[in-house]
């Protein structure tokens, strides 16, 4: 076997599994975060209270959960998808409150190069998103384009 039918072989796998993957890696995720909340035993309640100070963490972070619970779910199952990717939407960009809110806890010595512990988690859902947006772009059971020439590059 030549390198340009490997090449094939490979892309072709990656093609049929990549997007199953990373659908259900991102459900892992949510659903196993999401208990995190709804149990209790979350270590970002401290973190959530602070940010979104206006709202009673009693309720909102186990609410949080059952949100995130659910996207993750639909992930998982494939089912609903379209209705709660709203929901994730909103979810993950609420997780960059922290950066506005409260600069001090994401920056160290307010350098915005210079991320604390819970800059880099907050700064990491930037991965998150942009996982859930290629999910969502194959929501209808379209497939991302197979090739470069398939692409409009801006």
Do not use: C
């Not at 094939?8 to 659908?23: E, F, G, N, Y």
């Not at 309720?59 to 659910?70: Q, T």
């Not at 209705?83 to 010595?109: H, K, N, R, S, Y």
């Not at 290629?134 to 379209?142: M, W």
Request: proline fraction near 5%; charge should be negative; hydrophobic fraction near 55%.
């Amino acid at each position: 076997m030549d390198y340009q039918q490997l090449d094939r072989k490979v892309l072709a796998l990656l093609r049929q599994w990549s997007i199953p993957l990373l659908r259900i890696s991102l459900g892992v995720v949510f659903v196993w975060f999401g208990a995190l909340k709804v149990l209790d035993i979350t270590p970002v309640t401290e973190l959530v209270a602070e940010t979104v100070y206006w709202v009673d963490p009693d309720w909102f972070v186990p609410l949080l959960g059952w949100v995130e619970i659910s996207v993750g779910l639909a992930l998982l199952t494939r089912r609903g998808l379209r209705l709660v990717l709203p929901l994730f939407l909103a979810q993950m960009a609420g997780t960059f409150l922290v950066l506005i809110v409260q600069p001090d806890v994401a920056f160290q010595e307010g350098n915005v190069f210079k991320l604390t512990t819970e800059g880099e988690f907050v700064i990491k859902n930037l991965v998150l998103l942009s996982a859930g947006l290629v999910v969502g772009a194959t929501v209808d059971g379209e497939h991302l384009p197979t090739s470069d020439s398939d692409v409009l590059v801006p």
